[in-house]
């Protein structure tokens, strides 16, 4: 399969650098995600230092995908179910009529070499460290949704992107060759002209990752059982995956009013956390994931190392 101009640009990985240990690592994981992003060759954006960072409250409100359908209520079984958004509201007719739907199956991509990360990415641009001190939590009654007072930030073709909020899907909404997996999280981030990029982590049962334990504690008990926590030390850039292949494509949002023009990376290799982590997250998600899509005349690429 020959690949268009536009996705021999998108070849642009995440790999950890050369010299560089984990720690580190974490801290130029911001310039990974501008990097995994690009058309082209990208350079990190500063994250202005001075610039004062919507508390996690008001951002909840900002982009909230689970609730962009208003009053409507609709869900995941039954009479309101994917199969019949496009029914409960004029609002939702992109759920049925659009034609780059989200979720897909990620499967007969067009394979891209991707470059390395470079070890640096400019002096003096990463001037923030991405630690999370306070984190809220809800239940949306369509998912659990986390924001933090740590907003990871980049700059692609002008506009400014900063993640906003990250939320659970159980099962997988994505399909990898056809197969589910537990998991999925969901990173959305946000420009100021309101473009969404949405990166997407599937998730399977394996090793333990402390990293996700001060989430899994303060998961809330139910719809109305907000949690606000303060006085943490989380670098949030742990929760987004380093990683060496991922797949991109351009979708949509996966619930109502499936909104299309929304970019997507998803990484091809699965994230791991244990058997008690998964439980303690799915008992929580009630198979909250929206069937796969056609992919239509849509370009898929999968992005590897060179």
């Given at each position: 399969?020959?690949?268009?101009?536009?996705?021999?640009?998108?070849?642009?990985?995440?790999?950890?650098?050369?010299?560089?240990?984990?720690?580190?690592?974490?801290?130029?994981?911001?310039?990974?995600?501008?990097?995994?992003?690009?058309?082209?060759?990208?350079?990190?954006?500063?994250?202005?230092?001075?610039r004062e960072s919507a508390p996690?409250?008001?951002?909840?409100?900002?982009?909230?995908?689970?609730?962009?359908?208003?009053?409507?209520?609709?869900?995941?079984?039954?009479?309101?179910?994917?199969?019949?958004?496009?029914?409960?509201?004029?609002?939702?007719?992109?759920?049925?009529?659009?034609?780059?739907?989200?979720?897909?199956?990620?499967?007969e991509a067009t394979e891209v070499?991707?470059?390395?990360?470079?070890?640096?990415?400019?002096?003096?641009?990463?001037?923030?460290?991405?630690?999370?001190?306070?984190?809220?939590?809800?239940?949306?009654?369509?998912?659990?949704?986390?924001?933090?007072?740590?907003?990871?930030?980049?700059?692609?073709?002008?506009?400014?992107?900063?993640?906003?909020?990250?939320?659970?899907?159980?099962?997988?909404?994505?399909?990898?060759?056809?197969?589910?997996?537990?998991?999925?999280?969901?990173?959305?981030?946000?420009?100021?002209?309101?473009?969404?990029?949405?990166?997407?982590?599937?998730?399977?049962?394996?090793?333990?990752?402390?990293?996700?334990?001060?989430?899994?504690?303060?998961?809330?008990?139910?719809?109305?059982?907000?949690?606000?926590?303060?006085?943490?030390?989380?670098?949030?850039?742990?929760?987004?995956?380093?990683?060496?292949?991922?797949?991109?494509?351009?979708?949509?949002?996966?619930?109502?009013?499936?909104?299309?023009?929304?970019?997507?990376?998803?990484?091809?290799?699965?994230?791991?956390?244990?058997?008690?982590?998964?439980?303690?997250?799915?008992?929580?998600?009630?198979?909250?994931?929206?069937?796969?899509?056609?992919?239509?005349?849509?370009?898929?690429?999968?992005?590897?190392?060179?």
């Amino acid at each position: 399969m020959v690949c268009s101009e536009s996705s021999k640009k998108a070849g642009v990985i995440l790999a950890r650098p050369f010299g560089i240990s984990g720690k580190e690592t974490m801290k130029i994981l911001i310039c990974a995600v501008a990097a995994l992003f690009a058309l082209g060759t990208f350079q990190c954006a500063q994250m202005n230092q001075g610039r004062e960072s919507a508390p996690p409250a008001e951002r909840v409100a900002e982009v909230e995908p689970a609730k962009q359908g208003g009053e409507v209520h609709w869900g995941y079984e039954g009479e309101i179910g994917p199969e019949h958004w496009a029914d409960l509201s004029p609002d939702f007719a992109l759920c049925r009529e659009g034609t780059e739907q989200s979720p897909i199956n990620l499967m007969e991509a067009t394979e891209v070499e991707g470059s390395a990360l470079k070890p640096k990415c400019g002096e003096g641009v990463l001037t923030l460290e991405q630690r999370a001190r306070v984190m809220d939590l809800v239940d949306n009654g369509h998912t659990i949704q986390v924001t933090t007072d740590a907003t990871p930030a980049f700059d692609l073709d002008g506009e400014h992107y900063e993640l906003v909020q990250y939320h659970f899907h159980a099962p997988s909404e994505h399909m990898i060759n056809g197969e589910y997996a537990p998991l999925e999280i969901h990173f959305v981030h946000k420009s100021t002209a309101g473009h969404l990029v949405v990166l997407g982590v599937l998730v399977e049962e394996g090793r333990h990752s402390r990293v996700w334990d001060p989430v899994i504690a303060a998961l809330p008990s139910g719809p109305g059982d907000p949690r606000h926590l303060e006085g943490l030390d989380i670098d949030v850039n742990e929760l987004q995956p380093v990683a060496e292949r991922y797949y991109r494509y351009r979708g949509s949002l996966t619930t109502p009013p499936c909104s299309e023009s929304v970019e997507w990376i998803v990484i091809a290799d699965k994230s791991q956390i244990s058997a008690e982590q998964m439980a303690a997250l799915t008992s929580h998600l009630h198979h909250n994931n929206r069937v796969v899509q056609p992919l239509g005349d849509r370009e898929l690429v999968l992005v590897g190392t060179e």
